[in-house]
């Protein structure tokens, strides 16, 4: 006898959600399941496309699928109904800002490098500079041509190797000229940069916060609908100590902080070979000690950061030993925006009381309690999306 779409949900419901206690199904994660012939259509609450965690979640899906006979067809689709924002950057799926405590610790480095490694694994990625007096973006993703416009007037970004890149520095004079700007003159900037800018369709769009905790860090964390934040230390105590008053304002702020990434992390001696730490080492650790902060990953001191005597970031030059590194690094930053789009479904799945009921022969689908049935897209389109709204899988299998 072919399983229903009930006896699939009931075997998807001995698979564990990797980021809270409970399954997949009571944690909201399975938004929908249809059985067509000798498939099984199962759509998801995933939104982090090329995650290494929803990759290998996606694998364990389509096994359990297989294993009762049936052709798995896996979906995504996230909106306001799984605790998303629909209304400011419609057309983003996740911002991912990067911060640091203080100026001059790579905060840069570590978000083109980002930005260009989420590219790299096939997303549709954007840059946003938001380091008005000191936007050196395109330093590290040297961009193709200048930035368009559109019959509306809105900023068409221009593009490094795929990624689109918008920053202060395209709208200063020469790369010496400061930025002089006042609070209410920056905040007027960063508006634009949201309300102003056509950044399309995106999966990811990095935005390089300015450093320490001034009003344009804050107003821009209350603007976007930031998935989380990347924080960026170097192993100085005065770095450590400044990322502390950072990771307290995004406590404060309900901002999810997704990890920290400790920068110019030892130096390997070209003659001896041994690594050493001019700027201390185990520092990293006492924030996660202290917070709870995860540790992203470490970037050691390397020529190959050298934005002057280099074309490319690491995560694009092949030759460099550290590009292994650094793609550990975007792995770890995708996965852990993974974890908390997945608290935030099962959150709203708890306090929406969602049950799962079968309406027919063939489908199941997730009611808020009232009877109504949870809205999704019947037909996504590819892994770029449409916004929060459906999007193809990438969630495991070919993409």
């Known amino acids: 006898m072919t399983p229903s779409a009930h006896d699939i949900e009931t075997e998807l419901a001995s698979i564990a959600n990797p980021a809270v ?27 982090a496309p090329y995650a290494p ?21 896996l979906r995504a689709s996230v909106g306001a109904e799984q605790g998303f924002d629909e209304e400011v950057l419609p057309g983003v799926r996740n ?18 490098n980002l930005a260009a490694g989420l590219h790299e694994k096939g997303a549709r990625v954007g840059l946003l500079d938001a380091d008005i007096h000191g936007p050196n973006a395109p330093r590290v993703l040297p961009v193709e041509g200048e930035p368009g416009v559109t019959p509306n007037d809105d900023i068409v970004p221009p593009r490094s190797d ?15 000229d400061p930025a002089i700007m006042r ?26 916060l300015p450093p320490g905790t001034g009003d344009a860090s804050l107003n821009l964390l209350q603007t976007l609908p930031v998935a989380g934040v990347v924080t960026v230390t170097t192993p100085q105590e005065m770095a450590v100590d400044d990322t502390r008053k950072g990771i307290r304002m995004f406590e404060r702020h309900d901002t999810p902080l997704l990890g920290v990434v400790e920068n110019m992390s030892g130096f390997t001696c070209p003659s001896c070979e ?14 996660k000690a202290d917070y709870g902060v995860d540790l992203l990953g470490r970037l050691p001191v390397h020529p190959d950061f050298d934005t002057g005597a280099n074309e490319h970031p690491v995560i694009r030059d092949e030759d460099s030993e ?14 852990a925006v993974s974890e908390a789009n997945l608290r935030t479904v099962a959150a709203n799945a708890d306090a929406e009381g969602y049950d799962r009921v079968p309406s027919a022969e063939g489908t199941v689908h997730t009611t808020d309690g009232s009877g109504e049935t949870s809205g999704h897209e019947e037909n996504p389109g590819d892994h770029g999306g449409s916004g929060n709204g459906g999007h193809g899988c990438t969630c495991g299998g070919s993409h």
Not at 95 to 112: F, H, L, N, Q
């Open 95 to 112: 911002v991912i800002a990067v911060a640091s405590g203080k100026g001059g610790v790579g905060k840069t480095t570590v978000a083109g």
């Open 21 to 47: 206690d409970g399954d997949i199904v009571d944690t909201g994660l399975v938004v929908d399941v249809e059985r067509d012939d000798d498939e099984a259509v199962v759509t998801l609450a995933m939104n």
């Open 162 to 176: 795929g990624v689109m890149v918008m920053s202060m520095g395209f709208l200063t004079r020469g790369s010496d």
């Open 274 to 287: 041994e690594v050493h730490h001019p700027f201390g080492e185990q520092r990293a650790e006492e924030l």
């Open 322 to 335: 550290l590009r292994p590194v650094v793609a550990d690094v975007v792995d770890g930053v995708t996965d």
């Open 183 to 208: 609070g209410p003159m920056v905040n007027n900037v960063m508006r634009k940069f949201v309300d102003d800018v056509e950044w399309g369709r995106l999966d990811y769009l990095v935005v390089d």
């Open 53 to 73: 965690l929803e990759l290998e979640l996606g694998d364990e899906i389509r096994e359990t699928i297989a294993d009762l006979g049936l052709k798995p067809k």
